[in-house]
Every structure is written in structure tokens, then in C-alpha cells.
């Protein structure tokens, strides 16, 4: 048995410790998924938002021309005053989509990373599992070999037995 290969129980102990940072790295990854569809969803919900708001100020602008034009000298300041609102409003929205495609573009730069992290938590996994198998089949070979001594050793008594009582 090598000097530099663990115990067995150590080499268990150290592939639980690695599968435990595995488990440890998927929950972060899916948690990370999970913040990602939310915030794709929040962008879609603000482009939704903004496609009604830019519909609001076609259809004040179509009213304006078609339906409330005979009465336009009348509500020239609140139509005014409306689009002004819906213009507002608009850019306000837009602004905070901005916002919210860089905390998409962050949420999915942090999904990267666990990707990344998950990946690596793997490989480290699979190397401890390689160790593992190595360890039990090095304690496997050992004891083979002292038992093969025993069974030696043991043909060998009756034969020095039988020498002693010829000589």
C-alpha cells in the first residue's frame, strides 16, 4: 500500500465532502436559474408596459386628430397635459427597463459563475471518486497479499514440522 494514498474511511469522507459541495454548487446554480427567469420575466413585463404606453400616445394622438377635434379648443390643455403624462410616463419605464436588462445581464453573469463553480465542483468529485477506487483497490491488493502470506506461511509450517521430526 502506498504511503501517499489515504485511509479508506478518509477517502469516503473526503468524496461525501466533495458530493456535498456538488449538491451545494446545483442548489446555487438552480437558485441562479431561477433569478434569471424572474428577471427575464420582469424585462418582459417592462416592454410590455412600454409597448402600452407608446399604444396610449398613438391612440391620444388619433383621438386628438379624429374624435376629439371638434372639441379640441376646449381640451387642447387637458389632452396637452395627458400626453405630456404618457410621454413622461414612457420615459420613465424606459429608463427602468435599462435597469432591469442590467440586472438580467448581471443575474445571468452570476449563473455563468455557478455554472462555472458546478463544473468545477464536478470535476474535483469525480477525481476524489478516482482516488476512492484507487484507495479500496490498494487495501483490496494488501490484503490479497497478506492473506496469500498466511496461506504460504502456513504450508510452509507443516514442512519445517516434518523437517524437524527427520532430523
Not at 500500500?1 to 458530493?19: D, G
Not at 407608446?54 to 396637452?80: C, G, K, N, Y
Not at 427602468?96 to 448581471?106: I, K, N, P, R, S
Not at 490479497?144 to 509450517?157: C, K
Request: aromatic fraction near 2%; glycine fraction near 2%.
Amino acid at each position: 500500500m502506498s504511503a501517499a494514498l489515504p485511509q479508506p474511511q478518509e477517502a469516503k469522507q473526503l468524496f461525501r465532502l466533495r458530493s456535498l459541495r456538488v449538491q451545494r454548487a446545483r442548489e446555487r446554480c438552480n437558485a441562479a436559474q431561477v433569478e434569471v427567469a424572474e428577471a427575464a420575466k420582469a424585462v418582459r413585463a417592462r416592454q410590455k408596459r412600454i409597448a402600452l404606453g407608446r399604444q396610449a400616445i398613438e391612440q391620444l394622438a388619433h383621438d386628438v386628430v379624429h374624435a376629439l377635434a371638434p372639441r379640441l379648443p376646449r381640451w387642447s390643455t387637458m389632452a396637452a397635459a395627458q400626453r405630456e403624462r404618457l410621454h413622461d410616463q414612457l420615459e420613465r419605464e424606459e429608463f427602468a427597463l435599462h435597469g432591469d436588462e442590467q440586472a438580467l445581464e448581471e443575474i445571468q453573469e452570476r449563473l455563468q459563475q455557478a455554472r462555472a463553480e458546478l463544473t468545477r465542483a464536478l470535476a474535483r468529485e469525480d477525481a476524489v471518486r478516482g482516488l476512492s477506487h484507487q484507495v479500496q483497490r490498494s487495501h483490496a491488493q494488501a490484503r490479497e497479499r497478506l492473506v496469500e502470506r498466511e496461506l504460504d506461511d502456513q504450508g510452509r509450517a507443516p514442512v519445517r514440522a516434518a523437517r524437524r521430526a527427520s532430523a
